[in-house]
Protein backbone atom coordinates (compact mmCIF):
# COMPACT_ATOMS: atom_id res chain seq x y z
CA UNK A 1 0.00 0.00 0.00
CA UNK A 2 1.23 3.40 -0.32
CA UNK A 3 0.77 6.65 1.31
CA UNK A 4 1.01 8.70 -1.67
CA UNK A 5 -1.98 11.18 -2.59
CA UNK A 6 -4.43 9.19 -4.72
CA UNK A 7 -5.80 10.29 -8.30
CA UNK A 8 -8.30 8.18 -10.39
CA UNK A 9 -9.74 11.25 -12.27
CA UNK A 10 -8.71 13.65 -14.47
CA UNK A 11 -11.30 16.74 -14.71
CA UNK A 12 -11.20 17.97 -18.49
CA UNK A 13 -10.36 21.70 -18.64
CA UNK A 14 -9.86 22.29 -15.21
CA UNK A 15 -5.66 23.11 -15.52
CA UNK A 16 -5.99 26.86 -15.31
CA UNK A 17 -8.11 26.13 -11.34
CA UNK A 18 -4.96 24.13 -9.93
CA UNK A 19 -3.06 25.51 -7.84
CA UNK A 20 0.53 23.25 -8.42
CA UNK A 21 1.07 21.22 -11.87
CA UNK A 22 2.56 18.31 -13.14
CA UNK A 23 4.71 18.29 -16.27
CA UNK A 24 4.33 16.01 -19.08
CA UNK A 25 5.80 14.52 -22.23
CA UNK A 26 3.44 13.76 -25.15
CA UNK A 27 3.98 10.46 -24.57
CA UNK A 28 3.93 10.53 -20.52
CA UNK A 29 0.46 12.06 -21.30
CA UNK A 30 -0.85 8.48 -22.23
CA UNK A 31 -1.12 6.62 -19.45
CA UNK A 32 -2.86 4.03 -16.56
CA UNK A 33 -1.11 4.47 -13.69
CA UNK A 34 2.26 5.51 -12.61
CA UNK A 35 4.17 8.10 -9.61
CA UNK A 36 3.99 11.66 -11.01
CA UNK A 37 5.57 14.36 -9.49
CA UNK A 38 4.48 17.70 -9.44
CA UNK A 39 6.88 20.95 -10.66
CA UNK A 40 6.93 20.86 -6.55
CA UNK A 41 8.32 17.76 -5.84
CA UNK A 42 5.35 16.40 -4.64
CA UNK A 43 4.62 12.69 -5.87
CA UNK A 44 0.92 11.21 -6.12
CA UNK A 45 -0.47 8.12 -7.73
CA UNK A 46 -2.32 8.39 -10.90
CA UNK A 47 -4.55 4.94 -11.06
CA UNK A 48 -6.62 5.37 -13.70
CA UNK A 49 -9.77 2.89 -14.98
CA UNK A 50 -7.97 2.20 -18.74
CA UNK A 51 -4.94 4.01 -20.28
CA UNK A 52 -5.99 7.73 -21.06
CA UNK A 53 -5.03 10.62 -23.20
CA UNK A 54 -4.45 13.68 -20.93
CA UNK A 55 -4.65 17.05 -22.65
CA UNK A 56 -2.62 19.63 -21.57
CA UNK A 57 -5.29 22.19 -20.42
CA UNK A 58 -6.73 19.18 -17.88
CA UNK A 59 -6.35 17.89 -14.25
CA UNK A 60 -5.01 15.53 -11.79
CA UNK A 61 -8.11 15.33 -8.99
CA UNK A 62 -6.35 13.95 -6.33
CA UNK A 63 -7.89 12.24 -3.46
CA UNK A 64 -7.83 14.80 -0.88
CA UNK A 65 -10.07 16.79 -3.69
CA UNK A 66 -7.13 18.58 -4.71
CA UNK A 67 -6.18 19.86 -8.39
CA UNK A 68 -3.05 19.54 -9.86
CA UNK A 69 -2.70 20.79 -13.59
CA UNK A 70 -1.36 18.73 -16.45
CA UNK A 71 0.75 20.86 -18.85
CA UNK A 72 2.88 19.84 -21.98
CA UNK A 73 6.47 19.63 -21.35
CA UNK A 74 9.36 20.84 -23.28
CA UNK A 75 10.40 18.54 -25.84
CA UNK A 76 13.37 17.87 -28.44
CA UNK A 77 11.30 18.60 -31.56
CA UNK A 78 11.59 19.03 -35.68
CA UNK A 79 9.85 21.73 -36.91
CA UNK A 80 9.29 21.38 -40.51
CA UNK A 81 8.51 24.16 -43.14
CA UNK A 82 8.88 24.90 -46.79
CA UNK A 83 6.83 25.02 -49.53
CA UNK A 84 4.75 21.90 -49.70
CA UNK A 85 3.41 21.91 -46.33
CA UNK A 86 0.04 20.07 -47.41
CA UNK A 87 2.52 17.32 -48.99
CA UNK A 88 4.20 16.84 -45.73
CA UNK A 89 1.31 16.34 -43.99
CA UNK A 90 0.31 13.82 -45.79
CA UNK A 91 3.27 11.77 -45.86
CA UNK A 92 4.03 12.56 -42.33
CA UNK A 93 0.34 11.06 -41.58
CA UNK A 94 0.16 8.07 -44.07
CA UNK A 95 3.06 7.04 -41.27
CA UNK A 96 0.87 7.55 -38.81
CA UNK A 97 3.26 9.90 -36.92
CA UNK A 98 1.75 12.16 -34.26
CA UNK A 99 2.33 15.91 -35.98
CA UNK A 100 1.68 18.99 -34.51
CA UNK A 101 -0.21 21.13 -37.57
CA UNK A 102 -0.04 24.90 -37.36
CA UNK A 103 -0.52 28.03 -40.40
CA UNK A 104 2.78 28.18 -41.01
CA UNK A 105 5.14 24.76 -39.77
CA UNK A 106 4.69 21.14 -38.58
CA UNK A 107 6.08 19.78 -35.34
CA UNK A 108 6.73 16.35 -35.00
CA UNK A 109 9.12 14.37 -32.72
CA UNK A 110 12.30 13.35 -33.83
CA UNK A 111 12.73 10.07 -35.96
CA UNK A 112 15.52 10.09 -38.28
CA UNK A 113 13.73 7.97 -41.06
CA UNK A 114 10.81 10.72 -41.01
CA UNK A 115 13.27 13.45 -41.45
CA UNK A 116 15.41 11.85 -44.30
CA UNK A 117 12.15 11.60 -46.01
CA UNK A 118 10.91 15.21 -45.16
CA UNK A 119 14.49 16.24 -46.56
CA UNK A 120 14.37 14.46 -49.54
CA UNK A 121 10.81 15.76 -50.34
CA UNK A 122 12.46 19.44 -49.70
CA UNK A 123 11.25 20.27 -46.55
CA UNK A 124 13.57 22.79 -44.23
CA UNK A 125 13.96 21.05 -40.63
CA UNK A 126 14.56 22.71 -37.46
CA UNK A 127 15.16 21.06 -34.18
CA UNK A 128 13.08 22.85 -31.60
CA UNK A 129 12.55 22.56 -27.88
CA UNK A 130 8.83 23.25 -26.82
CA UNK A 131 5.51 21.73 -25.94
CA UNK A 132 4.13 19.10 -28.25
CA UNK A 133 0.19 19.06 -28.66
CA UNK A 134 -0.45 17.01 -31.67
CA UNK A 135 -3.60 16.61 -33.37
CA UNK A 136 -5.58 13.98 -31.79
CA UNK A 137 -6.17 11.45 -34.44
CA UNK A 138 -8.59 9.59 -36.93
CA UNK A 139 -12.43 9.52 -35.78
CA UNK A 140 -11.40 12.75 -33.56
CA UNK A 141 -10.47 10.64 -30.66
CA UNK A 142 -6.77 11.06 -28.83
CA UNK A 143 -4.34 7.62 -28.74
CA UNK A 144 -5.13 4.14 -27.96
CA UNK A 145 -2.36 1.34 -26.98
CA UNK A 146 -4.22 -1.03 -30.03
CA UNK A 147 -5.56 1.64 -32.12
CA UNK A 148 -8.84 0.65 -31.35
CA UNK A 149 -11.55 3.43 -32.98
CA UNK A 150 -14.08 2.48 -30.58
CA UNK A 151 -16.23 0.52 -33.40
CA UNK A 152 -15.79 -2.86 -34.91
CA UNK A 153 -16.41 -4.12 -38.45
CA UNK A 154 -18.25 -7.37 -38.15
CA UNK A 155 -20.01 -8.42 -41.34
CA UNK A 156 -21.10 -11.57 -42.21
CA UNK A 157 -20.35 -13.59 -45.04
CA UNK A 158 -22.23 -15.16 -46.72
CA UNK A 159 -21.19 -17.65 -50.01
CA UNK A 160 -23.20 -19.19 -52.88
CA UNK A 161 -21.76 -22.96 -54.21
CA UNK A 162 -24.88 -23.54 -56.36
Not at 7 to 25: F, M
Not at 32 to 41: E, F, H, Q, Y
Not at 63 to 68: A, Q
Not at 74 to 95: F, M, S
Amino acid sequence: MTNLPLCQKIETGRGNDAEVSCSLTYEDRFLRRKVLTTVKGERFLVDLESATHLNDTDAFRLSDERLVAITAAQEELVEVKGNDLLRYAWHIGNRHTPCQIETNRLLIARDHVIEAMLTQLGAELTSVHEPFLPEGGAYGHGRTFGHDHGHTHDHAHHHSHD
